[in-house]
């Protein structure tokens, strides 16, 4: 990945209704011509990186927000061909992916991107996910870390150009004679851990190189990087999504977003949705969000700039110089939103 002091890029723009959970009718609708002509977009503009988000199951109600997902780890084969400088992550599902095959596809994307690829490592923590992959358990939170540590540490014995085969018993993977060759070019392959509880991120300051989590206000944020940067046994970086709702003025910008996210919202989906985190032990996140609905529809909790190029500028700015590494952006229409943020904003952010 670039060394940029502040890295921007996009984040779920493989997933029909991108963030957002709204009956309007101009919500993203993610097909190949559009998510091409975006990632020429964004790798020709200088854009940092590209992150798609991992979905198997939608979240019902009306609008069946996610329906259409591309998959993560074939979206960033085929878009290394036709990108040349950004970087290229897959979405991956511990529960739902061996690490065997995520080490030897990702190995391949690596050879052929010239290593322009990472990993976005998540542990799962949908129902009806779960039930479509025949997964029968519920894990608490520290369990599901428990498990993906052992899943990390093969996978990382696989990339590892100094171990040939290995063997591995633990209490959920067996591996006997597990190999991967070639192997991953280990100088630029970044892992990314999506995490918000206490447990998830202490499991991303432990072994990942950035943690993406999501934070509630700009007032406090400086101080909560700093404390999950002073307690990561890694020098982690951490990325933030933040969704932009950017117009020509703030009022028309705060109509917008009323509009499509109250006016139109899909209530059944957003529940569904705030059901599977209380399901999957995520308490703290869903109480949060349960009290917030409307941001569930506009952002899927993410915080969200809404208001003028000055305002979202100002912002970005804070956020910046909150100690946040990166921001993962997303748009409620991705190919209009980003095309306006591209012409009128992104020269401004390369200025701080």
């Known amino acids: 990945m670039s060394k940029k002091k502040f890295k921007l890029g996009l984040f779920a723009f493989n997933a029909s209704s991108g963030s957002t959970i709204t009956n309007h009718k101009k919500k993203w609708r993610a097909n190949t011509d559009k998510i091409i002509k975006l990632a020429k977009e964004a790798d020709e503009c200088g854009l940092d990186f590209l992150l798609p988000v991992a979905r198997w199951s939608d979240w019902g109600g009306s609008s069946r927000p996610h329906r259409n997902t591309f998959e993560t780890l074939s979206l ?73 540590e052992e899943w990390l540490k093969i996978f990382n014995k696989l990339i590892n150009p100094k171990i040939d085969k290995f063997s591995f018993t633990g209490n959920y993977f067996k591996i006997k004679n597990g190999q991967n060759f070639p192997k991953v070019l280990n100088k630029n392959f970044v892992k990314i851990s999506a995490a ?57 910008a705060e109509e917008f ?30 109480s949060y969000l349960k009290q917030l609905k409307q941001r569930v529809s506009g952002s899927l909790g993410s915080f969200t700039i809404i208001g003028d190029k000055k305002s979202a500028l100002e912002q970005i700015n804070s956020i910046y110089k909150s ?30």
Request: charged residues 25%; hydrophobic residues 35%; contains cysteine.
């Open 257 to 286: 977003y009323h509009e499509y996210s109250s006016k139109n919202q899909d209530t059944k989906a957003v529940d569904n949705f705030i059901n599977n985190l209380q399901w999957s032990n995520k308490k703290i996140l869903a």
């Open 323 to 352: 100690k946040t590494d990166g921001i993962a952006m997303t748009f409620f229409d991705y190919s209009k939103d980003f095309e306006y943020f591209r012409k009128n904003i992104l020269h401004e952010i390369r200025k701080f």
């Open 76 to 148: 960033a084969s085929a878009l290394s061909m036709i990108t040349k400088k950004i970087y290229l992550f897959s979405t991956i599902h511990a529960n739902y992916i061996h690490p065997i095959i995520a080490a030897k596809t990702l190995t391949s994307i690596s050879r052929f991107s010239n290593n322009r690829i990472g990993m976005n490592f998540v542990c799962g923590w949908n129902k009806e996910e779960y039930e479509m992959f025949n997964v029968d358990f519920n894990l608490s939170s520290s369990d599901r870390y428990k498990y993906g």
């Open 196 to 252: 918000f509880s206490k447990d998830g991120r202490k499991f991303a300051g432990k072994h990942f190189d950035v943690l993406l989590t999501m934070f509630n206000n700009l007032d406090s944020l400086k101080k909560t990087n700093e404390e999950l940067k002073n307690k990561s046994k890694k020098r982690i970086q951490i990325f933030n999504p933040v969704h932009l709702i950017v117009k020509k003025s703030k009022t028309e």
